[in-house]
């Protein structure tokens, strides 16, 4: 298993779709992952270190592992079955007890990890981004490393969240 940082998540530009960009400690290979939206924009706000108004998905899995008596130890991206990356998140019980593992899309447990602060692992064989030997490939590695290098969470803009209720009995005016 390799030691992976978040890098950062970016957009890709021929379908926009977020990626989160994992990177060895070297710094010098990277893991893309293809993710959605709402998990892009959940790793985002942790990159940030910006509170959501309402709970979010990685923290409510949090509180329940708590309840349980256990903690996240580690999370390793272990597997990728045709479109999607699959992880293992390693949970130690708090006082005594068995080891579990439970299994997760990677871009969740990426969440969990950088949330609760527990380090990321990628299986050795999954496919980094390696310096290519040809040219027309190390053109397109050198742009790819540009991007990642460059891509920061800031580059996404938060929307203002819609409140979750609203009173259809409430006026628009204020009362004097």
């Known amino acids: 298993m390799i030691r992976v940082s978040v890098a ?5 530009p021929r379908n926009s779709q977020p990626i989160v960009v994992l990177n060895d400690e070297t710094g010098q290979r990277g893991l893309p992952i293809w993710i959605g939206a709402l998990e892009a924009r959940a790793i985002s706000l942790l990159l940030m270190n910006v509170k959501s108004r309402r709970p979010m998905t990685h923290e409510l899995l949090d509180n329940v592992i708590a309840s349980l008596g256990y903690r ?3 999370v390793e991206i272990d597997r990728h079955s045709e ?13 005594s007890g068995e080891t579990k593992l439970v299994d997760a899309r990677a871009s969740d447990a990426i969440a969990l990890a950088l949330s609760v602060g527990a380090p990321i ?3 050795d064989d999954l496919e980094f981004v390696l ?3 040809e040219e027309e ?7 790819f490393k540009e991007f990642v290098a460059n891509v920061k969470a800031s580059d996404f803009t938060l929307r203002e969240e819609p409140p979750l209720f609203t009173d259809p009995d409430a006026s628009e005016e204020s009362e004097t």
């Open 8 to 12: 950062g998540i970016g957009v890709d």
């Open 131 to 133: 310096p290519a030997s």
């Open 72 to 74: 996240v130890e580690k």
């Open 121 to 123: 692992f990628v299986a």
């Open 137 to 143: 490939e190390q053109k397109e590695d050198e742009e």
């Open 83 to 95: 479109t999607t990356y699959k992880a293992t998140i390693k949970l130690i019980p708090a006082i």
